[in-house]
T-cell receptor, first 116, second 110 residues
């Protein structure tokens, strides 16, 4: 099993350009997540999908959109990139996302995005 | 509001010395708690998790953590540090959603 895969690994964009980050998992997990990681800020949740067909905003959703294409795939789109979106982006998945449930998350290797 | 606080953004220990990484949480309900490790240029991977079955939780690579409700803490320890333990460590808290601490970077001194 590959676990959680992300493409691309690296990307450089100019301000105003758009792009889509791809994520796929082969663990048959219901829930998927997008985080950004910035120095000293830990991980901040951008969007999540509790199950196929649903998506919800996380802590920092502005400037992003997501699509849960099917159970395996969850993409993150930047419509008009800004320098403040320079970050490392991680996709993760878990078995479920319900109240008081202890399922751990499995992370992809990340995408390093630079917006100039 | 729920929160997770990791004390110390950087911790340095000598090889062979005790590793202690501190994590405190704030919650009004019984939490689920996790420690994740991130090696350079990689994603996070689970070290261990607390799910109320036992207060002392053993994880991978010789790490363990003890849940102390009275202190609202879930500190991570390892008796003897190894150079390969150099990484960033994240404490995370989960009830309805998962909240990550800001991370502690562990440096191992030769």
């Amino acid at each position: 099993n590959a676990g959680v895969t992300q493409t691309p690994k690296f990307q450089v964009l100019k301000t105003g350009q758009s792009m889509t980050l791809q994520c796929a998992q082969d663990m048959n997990h219901n829930s998927m997540y997008w985080y950004r990681q910035d120095p000293g800020m830990g991980l901040r949740l951008i969007y999540y999908s509790a199950s196929e067909g649903t998506t919800d905003k996380g802590e920092v959703p502005n400037g992003y959109n997501v699509s849960r294409l099917n159970k395996r795939e969850f993409s993150l789109r930047l419509e008009s990139a800004a320098p403040s979106q320079t970050s490392v982006y991680f996709c993760a998945s878990s078995e479920s996302r319900r109240s008081y449930v202890s399922y751990e998350q499995y992370f992809g290797p990340g995408t390093r995005l630079t917006v100039t | 509001a729920q929160s997770v606080t990791q004390l110390g953004s950087h911790v340095s220990v000598s090889e062979g010395a005790l590793v202690l990484l501190r994590c405190n949480y704030s919650s009004s309900v019984p939490p689920y708690l996790f420690w994740y490790v991130q090696y350079p240029n990689q994603g996070l991977q689970l070290l261990l998790k607390y799910t109320s079955a036992a207060t002392l939780v053993k994880g991978i690579n010789g790490f363990e953590a003890e849940f102390k409700k009275s202190e609202t803490s879930f500190h991570l320890t390892k008796p003897s540090a190894h150079m390969s333990d150099a990484a960033e460590y994240f404490c995370a808290f989960s009830d309805d959603k998962i909240i990550f601490g800001k991370g502690t970077r562990l440096h191992i001194l030769p």
